[in-house]
């Protein structure tokens, strides 16, 4: 079958000639043919079923990597890459929505949200933990790795919410700031040094006794703009009961329900800060 110059490749496919070319760079849409002498492209018509699936993808906004990785799959694996990506990002939207909701309300003075802060000694522990540098895309998946390696059931835990596990938000967190955070798992005092010998790749430390104040949160409520409310919401009864200046350490993130089964009511975290010295 008679080649395509890249001019009729492009009109066919829906893609630009500089487009082309990119992908070719990319390894994503190789030509089937290139001159050597003057680098002019050729493409056989049977490469118009995939350059018309990139093109596709990429008018979803799906980013380059991604495209080659579902290009290359079986097409009924490539249907179920396509359905998880627009999943993610229809969730991702519906954040930014929330956050954009929330900055307009601030702006205006129209922010009637109201979360109810508590406070509660926590003893000292000692817990399981592991630092990393990370962006918010990064995130979950570091969180659920480490859910999975120490909630398989074999590792002991403590009771109730302090035995929780929970992040530890040392900086900002967002597309472009990596923290850091630290994912922490309370492990007990007893045997703490055999289940440690386990993981040698997690740092086992203390966490000092504190006091204190969080929002408790359902599934629903933790999108990006629900978390800014609450910080707020502990900051504003910091300053309300002249505890400002007594003020330790950064805010935390305490998980005590499945995520990943909860109903979007349910009562899933606590947004934590400040830490009272007691």
């Known amino acids: 079958m008679e080649l395509l110059t890249i001019g009729a490749f492009a009109k066919a496919s829906r893609l630009s000639p500089k487009a082309l070319r990119l992908y070719d760079e990319l390894g994503l849409l190789v030509p089937a043919r290139t001159d050597p002498l003057s680098g002019y492209r050729m493409y056989h018509p049977a490469q118009l079923e995939r350059a018309r699936l990139v093109a596709g993808l990429r008018r979803l906004g799906m980013p380059l990597a991604r495209i080659r990785a579902v290009c290359d799959l079986e097409p009924a694996a490539a249907a179920e ?131 204190e104040a969080y929002v408790r949160m359902t599934k629903d409520q933790l999108d990006a703009a629900g978390s800014v409310r609450a910080l707020q919401a502990l900051a504003t009864w910091a300053a309300e009961h002249d505890l400002m200046a007594e003020l330790v350490g950064p805010p935390r993130q305490v998980f005590f329900a499945d995520m990943r089964t909860a109903a979007g009511d349910t009562l899933v975290s606590d947004i934590v800060g400040p830490l009272l010295p007691e």
Not at 113 to 118: G, I, K, P, Y
Not at 132 to 152: K, N, Q, V, W, Y
Not at 203 to 211: A, I, V
């Open 81 to 211: 890459g396509i359905t998880a990506y627009w999943a993610q990002a229809e969730a991702d939207h519906s954040a930014r929505r929330a956050l954009a909701a929330f900055l307009v309300e601030q702006l205006t003075g129209k922010d009637d949200h109201m979360f109810d802060v508590e406070i509660r000694d926590t003893p000292g522990r000692m817990v399981l933990s592991a630092r990393r540098h990370l962006t918010i895309d990064e995130l979950s998946a570091f969180g659920a790795e480490l859910m999975l390696r120490l909630g398989d059931g074999t590792v002991p835990h403590l009771p109730g919410i302090e035995g929780a596990p929970f992040l530890i938000f040392y900086g900002e967190v967002g597309a472009d700031s990596d923290g850091p955070v630290e994912w922490c798992r309370p492990v007990p005092a007893d045997e703490a040094e055999r289940i440690a010998g386990r993981f040698p790749d997690l740092e086992l430390r203390s966490d000092p006794p504190h006091r």
